[in-house]
């Protein structure tokens, strides 16, 4: 195989995606490392180098003397023509190495949709897409992030999965795998060793029987020396967990161009929608002088102007107030900016606003995610329409003309005067500017509604519910349009058949694992990307496998049926979830877990831990 030459890269859209020697990036003497690591993002450089967990790991992973950790991004299509032209096979940025000479390659799973891409990364590397297919000279596939909380659909592409947080979960299964390829010992055997250590599953070691109506009948370790229940791995002391600060600066603009500091692990908020915010408990968070002690560093490394809190929910972390002021007040004179994602109504602070655009101004977005308190108090948002109304008078009088705020189509138990709500929200904001008198506010009213589709995720309480269908969801979306009044007012919305394909993978069991393979094969790729996602592809995929997809996508499931993930241990129970949902049948609201412990099972799991998740020096 031939290695990326000058001449291929002049002839790509954007060469900086595939060059490597960025500042802070590694260059290691592969010779002298024991384990060659690729860590692979399963979407472009821009998308992948954004994302912080590839930052965390790749930095960890290099802390070791015995590793080279690299890394590797999915060409965009330009670029593979080239490369599948020239015979140049998928490499990594560091050495430009192909893939397949390293022991490790690591697939970050952040989207569902992302999955062809992994499978084309493979392929372009010369690697079998299917675990079952490969020899003892291929490298081992491993895939860890959100979405292998349900790995099924993956179950013969990776060898094996990491559940949980990878810092301490990869040195274990790398301290492993050193120790038995110094001892001669095969793929088979680590596999069988490694799936002993928490955290790890390897699919090949397990069964699932099915029964006539297409639901699991069992799934179970094929010998009792693998475990029935696999729990995910935490970090339990983050206030000294690893964290880089040499962070590396891409030669080209990236999604998310600024330093990345993240406060704190978990939310307490329990919205019935995020499994982000079920799979990430117990809530743990960094303290502010260590907070404060990493921006120092990571300004000085980088050069950076930017620093951007990051969590689930960055209003409430314990000590915001002082934090921001302290960031602000530390670099003002350097004019470092600080900002913020997305908040919640019911915690925004407009004085926090106005300290941070001292230095830099902001957008405001905001997320109220549903139209109407009914459906608000469904989802367990825990926010009215007072606050929202309330916040937006704030920034206008403070300033801001243009806000953005967040909804949802086709939430469980939703209806028409749902949906409506969400443009008369849109037409009441509109309304609370013009109440400004016009010697305070700003000129430019913009208001930016978004609604992506509901997509049912494993471990929340709406894992049972449909996803509302096709047909629905374009009434709905047509409905809003028609009632939003104001010009002011701008709409955009998702397609429904993205969020459908999507919805499949999230609830999937092993089936789906054939029908990505068959559509792959049929040219899928970039599936995330409206311009490549071609749903007859996926259709047709389905009808050769004979999958059908609305099984996954639009049926209500019982709540003693064997759901594909259900051997995975997130800390909360099903009990828990199942309370709930039928919390969210009657549009009750169970409040913040801050406000009193609601019981979710990550307290008392003996995985995890003992006592009160969110006071002060977590596990202190």
Known sequence: MKKISDDILYKVEKPARYIGGEINSYNKDKNKVDIRFAFCFPDVYEVGMSHLGTKILYHVLNKREDTFCERAFAPWP?????????????????????????DFIAFTLQYEMSYTNILNMLDMSGIPIRASERSEEDPIVLCGGPCAYNPEPLYDIADLFSLGEGEEHLNDVLDLYKDMKKQGKSKDEFLREVAKIPGTYVPKFYKTDYNQDGTIKEFKPVSEEFPEKIAKRIIKDFNEVEYPTDLIVPYTEIVH???????????????????????????????????????DELIKKTGYEEISLTSLSICDYSDIKNLIFSLIERYKDKKVGVSLPSIRIDSFAVDLI??????????????PEAGTQRMRDVINKGVTEENLIDSVSSIFKAGWSTVKLYFMIGLPYETMEDVKGIAELGDKVVDEYYKVPKTERQKG???????????????????????DNMESVKEKIQTLRNTIKSRQITYNWHESPVSYMEAIFARGDRRMC???????????????????????????????????????????????????WDFIDVGVSKEFLIKENERAKNAEVTPDCRQGCKLCGINTNKHFKEGKCFEGALFS
């Open 445 to 467: 009213l913009k208001v930016t509604l978004s609604s992506s589709i509901f997509v049912p995720k494993p471990f929340t309480p709406f894992q049972w519910s449909p996803q």
């Open 257 to 295: 161009d600024r330093i990345m500091l993240e406060t704190f692990r978990g939310c307490t908020r329990g919205c019935r929608f995020c499994q982000a915010g079920m799979i990430y408990r117990p809530v743990r968070e960094k303290k502010t002088d260590k907070l404060v002690e990493l921006a």
């Open 78 to 102: 330009d670029m593979e023509k080239l490369m599948r032209e020239n015979e140049i096979s998928m490499y990594a940025l560091e050495t430009k190495d192909p893939l397949k000479e390293f």
């Open 354 to 367: 106005k300290e941070i655009q001292k230095v830099r101004k902001t957008g405001i977005t905001f997320a």
């Open 514 to 564: 054939d029908v990505l393979i068959k559509a792959f094969q049929k040219g899928a790729k970039f599936d995330g990307w409206n311009q490549y996602f071609n749903f007859q592809i996926w259709q047709e995929a389905l009808e050769e496998c004979g999958v059908d997809g609305d099984f996954y996508a639009y049926r209500q499931r019982s709540y003693d049926e064997i759901l594909p």
